[in-house]
């Protein structure tokens, strides 16, 4: 019997391996990581500034550490100059998305 992930609302699948994931970044965070949702959103708190893309540099930084993949896979797709950016991943593997609105 074959287990079907489900996932959650704020990931859609585009083709095999690659997801757009919808984020809600909080920039100047005492300290980066996922902080559960907000409105169908992850939340994800970094704590670079929003100036200069810097915060839109370390959200891909850190989505790349924590998926253990290369940069070039993270990919930003809208959102440039918002708080809700639309991520789009291309992975190998399926992460395990509830672990990270932990």
């Given at each position: 019997?074959?287990?079907?992930?489900?996932?959650?609302?704020?990931?859609?699948?585009?083709e095999d391996g690659?997801?757009?994931?919808?984020l809600?970044v909080q920039?100047g965070?005492?300290?980066?990581?996922?902080?559960g949702?907000?409105?169908g959103?992850?939340k994800?708190k970094?704590?670079?500034?929003?100036?200069?893309?810097?915060?839109?540099?370390e959200?891909?930084d850190f989505?790349?550490r924590?998926?253990?993949?290369k940069?070039?896979?993270v990919?930003?797709?809208?959102g440039?100059?918002?708080?809700?950016?639309?991520?789009l991943?291309?992975?190998e593997n399926?992460?395990?998305?509830?672990d990270?609105?932990?």
């Amino acid at each position: 019997m074959i287990a079907i992930m489900s996932r959650p609302d704020y990931v859609t699948q585009v083709e095999d391996g690659q997801f757009r994931l919808s984020l809600w970044v909080q920039p100047g965070a005492k300290k980066s990581g996922f902080c559960g949702l907000h409105q169908g959103r992850l939340k994800l708190k970094v704590q670079a500034p929003p100036s200069e893309g810097r915060a839109n540099k370390e959200v891909v930084d850190f989505l790349a550490r924590y998926l253990g993949i290369k940069r070039s896979r993270v990919r930003l797709e809208s959102g440039q100059k918002t708080r809700k950016k639309s991520i789009l991943l291309t992975v190998e593997n399926e992460p395990d998305w509830a672990d990270m609105a932990r």
